[in-house]
């Protein structure tokens, strides 16, 4: 039975996982994963279940095919989602369309006891009724349920085959309407040239991009609803402080390259203590001595590097973190707590919610204490990436009511 006893509204549970690593290795990776999701959806037994994932199909998605419809087959057909008799599946499968491939793939379920929901079709501008299961692949532009789009390359020319863009669906749910955005930001290139400047080159990169998805969202094209943007914002801990804060007593070795004299080593040292090695950063390495600095008590000392979502702070909002840095973990199976020494570790992976949509979810949280906002597999590997999830519930009469419903043709029109 969907929802926790006794508890009024409808819940609901957003869930962002980049799933790149599945794909590279799905016979250890793959089974883990799974039974670590059905067991967050189990605990919180949604009426309305949103998956967004990043990077489906792995790095090669031709490769993958198999895997991609094994997986798809089934989250949709498995005995823990056997009271979801209902769902819409967008997978981008269009691999070999530079322009418009994003490997974005968003699931939504829904529960047999949600009596009336609707989705918005964005070229008709109305609600349509969700009956049945139904996948949507390949091309997606021409799919009205949905947008979709892939940053354009001059965003970040020095990364050829970008993937990085969004796609965006409208729901109707309880008589409230919102938007729910997958998204995928750029990625920090080099750790030495994003240590060099605070806030770093990618930083500003990801701040136009997310701007440009804020702007689209809400236009003028569409009435406007609360919005839920989840997915990999990529978001990096501001690189410069967090050396310096780490490595405070430190002297620094530069390594360059004989033939270019171009930088592609920084090494940290102690002081005194035999002037042991307490860094080295590379272009794709970031070693530190001490990694439990990132785990202990979750990472919350390192929450102030944590500065990109603040130039949003009017139009994004977050329910405070308390869960370690979602990126980068190892991908050893025997290694679910341990970070790759390829990147600072950060928070990746968040939900995000507009200002009308943080309403609606501590609405609920002021009246029942149902918000959750955590990790998915904290012990388990994951891939490397952790997912993350929002669970609350929708109060009954909360948000804006939904217009123009199929087959209600007496409402106000946008």
Excluded at 127 to 146: A, F, N, Q, R
């Amino acid at each position: 039975m969907a929802g926790k006893a006794a508890s009024p509204g409808t819940a609901v549970l957003l869930v962002t996982a980049n799933v790149g690593s599945l794909f590279d290795d799905p016979e250890n990776l793959q089974k883990n994963w799974l039974r670590e999701f059905y067991q967050v959806v189990h605990a919180h037994r949604p009426h309305f279940l949103a998956l967004h994932c990043q990077e489906f199909g792995g790095k090669n998605y031709e490769a993958s095919m198999s895997h991609v419809d094994k997986f798809v087959k089934e989250l949709l057909s498995s005995d823990a989602m056997k009271e979801y008799n209902r769902a819409r599946v967008y997978l981008d499968e269009n691999y070999k369309s530079q322009e418009h491939f994003t490997a974005l793939g968003s699931f939504y379920f829904l529960h047999e006891s949600l009596k009336n929901i609707y989705q918005f079709d964005f070229k008709a501008k109305k609600y349509k009724k969700v009956t049945g299961k139904e996948i949507y692949s390949d091309t997606l532009e021409s799919t009205p349920m949905l947008e979709k789009e892939k940053f354009p390359q001059d965003y970040f020319p020095e990364c050829k085959w970008s993937r990085k863009g969004f796609l965006r669906t409208r729901w109707c749910l309880a008589d409230c309407a919102f938007d729910l955005v997958n998204i995928h930001l750029f990625h920090d290139a080099s750790n030495l040239v994003a240590w060099e400047t605070s806030p770093s080159v990618y930083s500003g990169i990801r701040h136009k991009a997310l701007g440009y998805v804020l702007d689209r969202i809400s236009d003028q094209r569409f009435q406007k609803a609360s919005y839920f943007v989840f997915g990999d914002f990529n978001f990096r801990l501001d690189s410069k402080s967090v050396v310096e804060t780490l490595c405070t007593k430190a002297t620094m070795q530069t390594v360059r390259a004989a033939d270019t004299n171009e930088v592609v080593k920084l090494i940290f040292r102690e002081s005194d203590n035999d002037r042991k090695v307490m860094l080295q950063l590379e272009k794709k390495l970031f070693d530190y001595f001490n990694q439990e600095v990132f785990r202990d008590d979750n990472g919350t000392a390192l929450l102030e590097f944590d500065k990109e979502l603040s130039v949003f702070k009017d139009r994004l909002y977050e329910l405070d973190i308390s869960f370690p840095p979602s990126y980068p973990y190892s991908e050893d199976c025997s290694q679910g707590r341990q970070y790759m020494n390829t990147r600072c570790p950060a928070w990746c992976d968040r939900v995000l919610m507009s200002p009308s949509a943080k309403e609606l979810v501590l609405r609920s949280e002021s009246e029942e204490k149902v918000v959750t906002y955590d990790h998915i597999g904290p012990s388990v590997c994951m891939g490397d990436h952790k997912p993350v999830f929002l669970a609350f519930r929708i109060a009954p009469g909360a948000g804006r009511r939904c217009q123009r419903l199929e087959g209600t043709p007496s409402e106000t029109p946008p």
